[in-house]
């Protein structure tokens, strides 16, 4: 049963990391050379991750049903109607829209090259993504300090969007983080920090079940017995329930808080993966 007690962890990982802007693919990266784990066994293979990704997936469904229902709602309308006008809701979702397409362009354009550079089992990788955290966190920090508390979300516009949909494709580089870059651009932007979590929430939505749909085209080609399954499936919950634990944490820590400590948080474990490069671990 070791394998579904790993399961558990990583869904954990993953439930919290994702949302929460320290990068959850650095921690999953690295969680099983840092544990001492097979890398190629369960914890590695395409089924656990597409399973994972789905569990934060229905996070956001489940936390965001209202706002999903307004906004697909307003869509709609303004398809039959055909006009937006002053809607706030309608403006944001066609925003949605258009912020994804970037984004999975340029992932669908670069994910194979990063993947075989970055996401490689040797140390030159795992020193990468200590530098994508230190970056990350730089950048987190700057836009936190400097960026101002003008816009909320109802205030969007479409460069904004936009901008924050490119920042997306730097989540490619494990390190970076998607909400860490999403939440950078839209504080750069102006928008509060809720303002620019929120969105970043949102915007990850269509992104997650694209990236869940091309992914799971490929599990018929992996074989896994009872007790994996058992694993994935409680990978898969303990990802959905912490990530919806993450959300609401990170939406109530903005309202009164900065986000300095998910930068300080960031360099300390970048600190940490060079240290266990020195030593050889």
């Given at each position: 049963?070791?394998?579904?007690?790993?399961?558990?962890?990583?869904?954990?990982?993953?439930?919290?990391?994702?949302?929460?802007?320290?990068?959850?693919?650095?921690?999953?990266?690295?969680?099983?050379?840092?544990?001492?784990?097979?890398?190629?066994?369960?914890?590695g293979?395409?089924?656990?991750?597409?399973?994972?990704?789905?569990?934060?997936?229905?996070?956001?469904?489940?936390?965001?049903?209202?706002?999903?229902?307004?906004?697909?709602?307003a869509?709609?309308a303004?398809?039959?109607?055909?006009?937006?006008?002053?809607?706030?809701?309608?403006?944001?979702?066609?925003?949605?829209?258009?912020?994804?397409?970037?984004?999975?362009?340029?992932?669908?354009?670069?994910?194979?090259?990063?993947?075989?550079?970055?996401?490689?089992?040797?140390d030159?990788a795992?020193?990468?993504?200590?530098?994508?955290?230190?970056?990350?966190?730089?950048?987190?920090?700057?836009?936190?300090?400097?960026?101002?508390?003008?816009?909320?979300?109802a205030?969007?516009?479409?460069?904004?969007?936009?901008?924050?949909?490119?920042?997306?494709?730097?989540?490619?580089?494990?390190?970076?983080?998607?909400?860490?870059?999403?939440i950078?651009?839209?504080?750069?932007?102006?928008?509060?920090?809720?303002?620019?979590?929120?969105?970043?929430?949102?915007?990850?939505?269509?992104?997650?079940?694209?990236?869940?749909?091309?992914?799971?085209?490929?599990?018929?080609?992996?074989?896994?017995?009872?007790?994996?399954?058992?694993?994935?499936?409680?990978?898969?919950?303990?990802?959905?329930?912490?990530?919806?634990?993450?959300?609401?944490f990170?939406?109530?820590?903005?309202?009164?808080?900065?986000?300095?400590?998910?930068?300080?948080?960031?360099?300390?474990?970048?600190?940490?993966?060079?240290?266990?490069?020195?030593?050889?671990?």
């Amino acid at each position: 049963m070791d394998v579904v007690i790993q399961a558990a962890l990583v869904g954990l990982l993953q439930g919290l990391t994702e949302f929460i802007p320290i990068s959850s693919s650095a921690h999953l990266e690295l969680a099983p050379w840092i544990a001492g784990w097979e890398s190629d066994g369960l914890i590695g293979s395409l089924a656990f991750d597409v399973f994972l990704h789905l569990g934060t997936l229905v996070a956001l469904l489940v936390y965001f049903a209202r706002d999903w229902v307004r906004y697909i709602g307003a869509w709609l309308a303004s398809i039959r109607e055909r006009r937006i006008g002053d809607d706030p809701d309608r403006r944001i979702a066609w925003l949605l829209i258009a912020a994804t397409i970037p984004a999975a362009i340029i992932g669908f354009a670069l994910e194979g090259f990063i993947e075989q550079v970055f996401h490689a089992d040797n140390d030159g990788a795992r020193l990468a993504i200590a530098g994508f955290l230190v970056i990350g966190a730089v950048a987190l920090w700057l836009a936190d300090r400097f960026g101002g508390q003008r816009r909320e979300l109802a205030d969007l516009t479409t460069s904004t969007a936009l901008t924050i949909g490119v920042s997306q494709a730097l989540a490619l580089f494990p390190g970076i983080s998607r909400s860490g870059a999403t939440i950078t651009a839209g504080r750069a932007l102006g928008m509060s920090r809720e303002a620019a979590a929120r969105f970043s929430f949102l915007l990850a939505t269509p992104i997650t079940l694209g990236a869940g749909l091309y992914g799971s085209r490929k599990l018929l080609t992996e074989a896994h017995t009872g007790t994996e399954w058992l694993a994935i499936g409680v990978g898969f919950v303990v990802a959905l329930l912490s990530g919806l634990m993450a959300i609401g944490f990170l939406l109530a820590w903005l309202r009164r808080r900065s986000l300095t400590v998910f930068s300080l948080y960031r360099v300390a474990f970048a600190i940490v993966i060079v240290a266990l490069v020195i030593i050889g671990r």
